[in-house]
């Protein structure tokens, strides 16, 4: 199994999922193997980006995934899946945890679980209540996951994949901040089109709104000052000022 590290949550993966199974049915009356298979897609999320000390970027992602599931009366049915992964998108490892629940007649199948992702994979366990009166859920559980788009291949129980583990260490993880590129030119106006605007060798996009007013105050020879901010990759004219030259 390999050992993956990032830094920013919480979990050690699988290492206790013999004891959890014993444990959890010791005691009981009966214990039976159930299985079911899911897919869920993203209707609603929202993300956060953030850069840990050692460089490494976290995608912090909440969302509600929505689907169906079959197989066991149990396991059969709409499912919903709540989900707030923080994967290390350098490395492509992180964790994913939450709830589900499956909308099975009369009661509903719930369980939290906890799982690894590593490389566009989880794994890890489910626990939870099933639909019987007094029955719990203990499940392995694997899919493959996209944050932006859900859950596909998913399965509880019934073989589902071995996974990875990840070692969650300290740190501090800060807010991704974009700093726009800026610049400024002083002096005549060595070209001006309904498009573009040129001052000391800086060219700027004029954008369409601003493109009748500008043209109208201000011809090629007149001193202006420039302000122009790159934007999605032009750079655009936000604000200019001058006079004219008579």
């Known amino acids: ?16 999922t013999s004891y959890a199974v014993a444990h959890g049915i010791e005691g009981a009356k009966s214990a039976k193997a159930v299985a079911g298979t899911f897919n869920a ?20 992602t909440d969302g509600k995934y929505t689907g169906v599931a079959a197989g066991d009366p149990d396991l059969t049915g709409p499912i919903t899946l709540r989900a707030k992964s923080v994967i290390n998108t350098t490395d492509n490892v992180g964790t994913v945890d939450g709830r589900i629940t499956i909308d099975v007649a009369g009661r509903n199948t719930d369980a939290d679980y ?9 794994a890890g366990l489910a626990s939870g209540k099933a639909h019987q009166p007094n029955g719990k859920l203990i499940a392995n559980l694997s899919a493959t996951f996209a944050a932006a788009s859900g859950f596909t291949n998913g399965k509880l129980g019934g073989g589902t994949a071995g996974g ?22 002083r002096g005549p106006i060595t070209a001006l089109s309904a498009s573009s605007i040129t001052v ?7 954008p369409a709104d601003k493109s009748a007013d500008v043209n109208a105050k201000f011809k090629v020879g007149d001193a202006a000052q420039i302000r122009c901010e790159v934007v999605s990759g032009t750079n655009t004219l936000t604000s200019i000022s001058g006079k004219k030259n008579h």
Not at 4 to 15: E, I
């Open 114 to 122: 906890s799982a690894v992702y590593d490389h566009g994979t989880i």
């Open 200 to 206: 000391a060798q800086v060219t700027c996009t004029i």
């Open 41 to 60: 897609i993203g209707s609603s999320t929202s993300s956060r980006t953030c850069t840990t000390t050692d460089g490494k970027t976290i995608v912090v």
């Open 1 to 16: 199994m390999r050992k993956l590290t990032f830094t920013a949550v919480v979990l050690v993966a699988l290492v206790a």
């Open 164 to 185: 990875s583990a990840v070692e969650v260490g300290p740190g501090s993880c800060k807010p991704s901040k974009t700093t726009p590129e800026k610049s400024e030119a």
